[in-house]
């Protein structure tokens, strides 16, 4: 039994805890977040996206209880004093979008940890998206990267390694996140970022592409890409772009990725589907990508689009938890 703690109750850290309690082999024995455990609490039960959370959540002293399993509380600034030696936790998810680089990553196994599992993208340390280079997580500390990459890496894998690709572009459209604003305000990131969040649509800068070359270096320099932020609150859609480097079709694309998804290494990671979804049917999706078959295209035989549906909080914690269990 791997016992995890989680340092910051988010979006990914309260996805992740309800994940981690329907996973056998995982044991959530501490989260550490700066709000108030009774807050907690109540953004741990009641969840604008997804719902009522269909479990009994009680607070007892330091201890947020689920169901009456309890999970210990801190609110601690300093990583090197949080209690993981104490809990004697094995595995820590850094989802609080703030220690994002090595140095303050190896603070929490100064603190006791034995893994740091960042669920965010990083510029120092290795990148790892599972089912795609989950080897590579053997390491101590790294990072799951995006929900976005995530989602467009499996599809690069396989089509890469299938067909080959020359070079490719990346669009993503995407729900609207907390970097943005609710009302027109002035953004430290971008200026869009800035602008309604609900009532917009915001073309923005995305380091998805980037980040898969750190899983797929054979792809740096050759693929890039954007997002178009929308008015929804989850549920995502990728659009990769690429020259195929030799002739191919609609039906040996869709051929070759329900091949895949069937597969030992893919069949929790990739699904396919030939039903028109729209961006509410995919929400509780537990896997990286779902490739809408429908709208594969080819033009002259070697540009080739395939678009990919993904819930980008749930979809992406269940692949940082899948990289946990093969920890």
């Not at 772009?241 to 694309?253: D, G, H, L, P, Q």
């Not at 914690?317 to 920890?327: A, C, D, E, L, Y």
Request: aromatic share 6%; charged share 20%.
């Amino acid at each position: 039994m791997k016992k995890i703690a989680i340092n910051g109750f988010g979006r990914i850290g309260r996805a992740a805890l309800k994940i981690i309690l329907e996973t056998q082999d995982l044991q959530v024995v501490a989260v550490n977040d700066l709000m108030s455990i009774e807050n907690a609490a109540y953004l741990l039960k009641y969840d604008s996206n997804y719902g009522k959370y269909q479990k009994e959540v009680r607070v007892e002293g330091d201890m947020i209880l689920v169901e009456g399993k309890p999970v210990k509380y801190t609110s601690i600034k300093d990583i090197e004093s949080l209690p993981w030696a104490a809990v004697q936790a094995d595995i820590v998810i850094e989802s609080t979008g703030i220690f994002t680089n090595m140095a303050a990553a190896e603070k929490h196994l100064a603190a006791g940890a034995k893994f740091v599992v960042i669920s965010g993208p990083t510029k120092d340390t290795p990148t790892v998206v599972h089912g795609v280079n989950t080897e590579d997580g053997k390491v101590s500390v790294f990072s799951c990267a995006s929900c976005t990459t995530n989602n467009i890496s499996p599809v690069i894998e396989i089509l890469g390694r299938r067909l080959g690709i020359k070079k490719a572009i990346l669009n993503t459209t995407h729900g609207y996140t907390a970097s943005q604003t609710l009302i027109d305000a002035p953004s430290k990131r971008e200026p869009r970022m800035g602008r309604a969040a609900g009532i917009n649509l915001a073309p923005a800068a995305t380091g998805a592409a980037i980040a898969t070359t750190k899983a797929l270096p054979q792809y740096a320099g050759k693929f890039d890409g954007i997002a178009i932020r929308v008015p929804v609150p989850v549920g995502s859609i990728s659009d990769i772009t690429f020259i195929a480097e030799r002739a191919t079709s609609v039906e040996e694309i869709n051929s070759i990725l329900i091949e895949e998804s069937k597969t030992s290494r893919y069949e929790k990671v990739l699904a396919v589907t030939d039903e028109p979804l729209v961006s509410t049917d995919i929400i509780g999706s537990a896997f990286a990508a779902t490739v809408d078959l429908e709208m594969t295209r080819v033009v002259d035989g070697d540009l080739v689009k395939v678009m990919a549906w993904y819930d980008n909080e749930w979809g992406f914690t269940n692949q940082m938890i899948r990289q946990i269990q093969s920890i």
